[in-house]
């Protein structure tokens, strides 16, 4: 398998991926007052935006389409 199909492969499934696979992360705000610490930390799991989506997609699908070269 050539490198840039290979690449182009993974690049592809992950943009399928992002689709149905929400990406989790946390947020931590909190305030420090003498030696009080405050805080309240937050989880969201977010999809990434269609667009990205879309975009990765379409160059994984190109890089594969480069990447498989004149086969004979």
Do not use: C, Y
């Amino acid at each position: 398998m050539k490198p840039l199909f290979g690449i182009g492969l993974v690049v592809l499934v992950l943009g399928i991926l992002s689709f149905f696979v929400p990406v989790p992360h946390s947020e931590h705000h909190g305030a420090d007052v003498g030696d009080v610490h405050l805080g309240v930390t937050t989880h969201h799991e977010d999809k990434v935006p269609q667009g990205v989506s879309i975009a990765l997609v379409v160059v994984g699908a190109g890089m594969m389409i480069a990447g498989r070269g004149g086969r004979t």
